[in-house]
């Protein structure tokens, strides 16, 4: 099961920023954030991950509140191209046996003209 | 730097025919990631592989379905005896390594459709 709970929609008006929140209130020392995005029929697009600072990439930004057991990711001008189902995902950086991404059901963000 | 390439993009098989879906990783990657997607749904892992080596089948059904990633060439999921429930679109990543400050690279994914 998913280890973290995201809205299942959002809506944002195009030009705006987007801010996706994720709760991942169980994360535990050794667990990084990751958020990949996957728009429609497409495979998933791998967007920014974090440990403990918030991080700042070309595409987004992620802020992780400083007891980590949340963390939002920021589209600072969303286009169109930008609405697709984004997902927040927990896993551990010591790698090793089971090493899959476990996908929740994610954010369906929507943006408006 | 070609991404993760994944073929066919489409498959069409008949009830219990044999289903094999390629996966090339992006080069310099040595583990390989199988996903699947049913209708409506998210992502499932189903198996992770490095070079020769199955590392983690957790999520694959335990019959019909096998993976494998030889010294040369893709990394290959067969499916035996495909049944209409086996139609769902197929996901490969690739990852220069295992550990968790390293992205997943995906491909386009494979579409099945058993008729």
């Known amino acids: 099961d998913a280890k973290t709970t995201q809205p299942p929609s959002m809506d944002c008006a195009e030009g705006r920023a987007a801010n996706l929140p994720c709760n991942h209130s169980?994360?535990?020392?050794?667990?990084?954030v990751y958020w990949y995005r996957q728009i429609h029929s497409q495979g998933p697009q791998y967007i920014i991950h974090?440990?403990?600072n918030n991080e700042t990439n070309e595409m987004a930004s992620l802020i992780i509140t400083e007891d980590r057991k949340s963390s939002t990711l920021i589209l600072p001008h969303a286009t169109l191209r930008d609405t697709a189902v984004y997902y927040c995902?927990?896993?551990?950086?010591?790698?090793?046996?089971?090493?899959?991404?476990?996908f929740g059901k994610g954010t369906h963000l929507i943006i408006q003209p | 730097n070609a991404g993760v390439m994944q073929n066919p993009r489409h498959l069409v098989r008949r009830r219990g025919q044999e289903a094999r879906l390629r996966c090339s990783p992006m080069k310099g990657h040595s583990h390989v990631y199988w996903y699947r997607q049913l209708p409506e749904e998210g992502l499932k892992f189903m198996v992770y592989l490095q070079k020769e080596n199955i590392i983690d089948e957790s999520g694959m059904p335990k019959e019909r379905f096998s993976a494998e990633f030889p010294k040369e060439g893709p990394s290959i999921l067969r499916i035996q005896q495909v049944v209409r429930g086996d139609s769902a679109a197929y996901f490969c990543?690739?990852?220069?390594?295992?550990?968790?400050?390293?992205?997943?690279?995906f491909g386009s994914g494979t579409r099945l459709t058993v008729v």
């Open positions: 974090g440990l403990k």
């Open positions: 990543a690739s990852s220069q390594a295992p550990q968790a400050n390293y992205g997943y690279t």
């Open positions: 169980t994360i535990s020392g050794n667990e990084y």
């Open positions: 995902i927990v896993r551990d950086y010591s790698g090793g046996g089971a090493d899959g991404l476990t």
